[in-house]
């Protein structure tokens, strides 16, 4: 299993970026898949993912309304639109799979996700 994020950059307060997680050793849509960050001195949180549990994508508070995650199966591409950034969203961002069901802790923190790929970093300025 293979994960890799990019389109990370820095951005001014209120643009935009899209992520890119490319997957590959592993039958894309039969796995859970989600964005994770970690920032500076933080703990990590589950930004955005999509379970397979129901069909309803699991977005982080912080993020509902500005964040939107969506894949292409065809692709074994997860993406990631991150619009009206905000500083706080400064944080390396991580993907990773699992096989389903997943819990709310491991949307929430990645718990138990055993599948990484390599981070891609987001910097906001103010």
């Known amino acids: 299993v293979q994960l890799q994020a990019s389109g990370g950059g820095l951005v001014q307060t209120g643009g935009s970026l899209r992520l890119s997680c490319a997957a590959s050793?592993?039958?894309?849509?039969?796995?859970?898949i989600g964005w994770f960050r970690q920032a500076p001195g933080k703990e990590r949180e589950g930004v955005s993912c999509?379970?397979?549990?129901?069909?309803?994508?699991y977005y982080a508070d912080s993020v509902k309304g500005r964040f939107t995650i969506s894949s292409d199966n065809a692709k074994n591409t997860l993406y990631l639109q991150m619009n009206s950034l905000k500083p706080e969203d400064t944080a390396v961002y991580y993907c990773a799979a699992e096989r389903p069901p997943i819990t709310i802790a491991t949307m929430k923190h990645g718990i138990g996700m055993d599948y990484w790929g390599k981070g891609t970093l987001v910097t906001v300025s103010s």
């Open positions: 999509i379970s397979r549990n129901d069909g309803s994508p």
């Open positions: 050793g592993f039958t894309f849509d039969d796995y859970a």
